[in-house]
């Protein structure tokens, strides 16, 4: 199974780009689907999840984007999309889709497949 970002860029303070996440080799239907970064010397956080059909398609968002990123999903086509809006400097950085939570007790700690990571530069 294979996941392949696209859709990142350099764009000034409150622009737009959005990011896809194209999945192949297996299908991502049944699985919860998120978004990570990774910022310039900082560790990598969670933006962004989505849960499949049977659990709602629930939303979840790092309280950094909220209101400003949007997690969406097409099942039909495997692929997994993030539209950021007003943008700003700290959004910059190595976004990465990841597909299939791993749990260990309930609470998802890693997941089973990841992108290789696409590159957001926000300027002032």
């Known amino acids: 199974a294979q996941l392949v970002e696209s859709g990142g860029g350099s764009v000034q303070t409150g622009g737009s780009l959005k990011l896809s996440c194209e999945g192949s080799?297996?299908?991502?239907?049944?699985?919860?689907m998120a978004w990570y970064r990774r910022a310039p010397g900082k560790e990598r956080e969670l933006v962004a999840s989505?849960?499949?059909?049977?659990?709602?398609?629930?939303?979840d968002y790092v309280d950094s984007v909220k209101g400003r990123f949007t997690i969406s999903r097409d099942d039909p086509k495997n692929t997994l999309y993030l539209q950021m809006d007003s943008l700003n400097t700290e959004d910059t950085g190595v976004y990465y889709c990841?597909?299939?939570?791993?749990?260990?007790?309930?609470?998802?700690?890693?997941?089973?497949?990841w992108g290789q990571g696409t590159q957001v530069t926000v300027s002032s």
């Open positions: 080799g297996y299908t991502f239907d049944s699985c919860v």
């Open positions: 989505i849960t499949d059909d049977f659990k709602g398609f629930k939303k």
């Open positions: 990841a597909a299939c939570a791993a749990y260990t007790g309930g609470v998802i700690t890693d997941y089973h497949y």
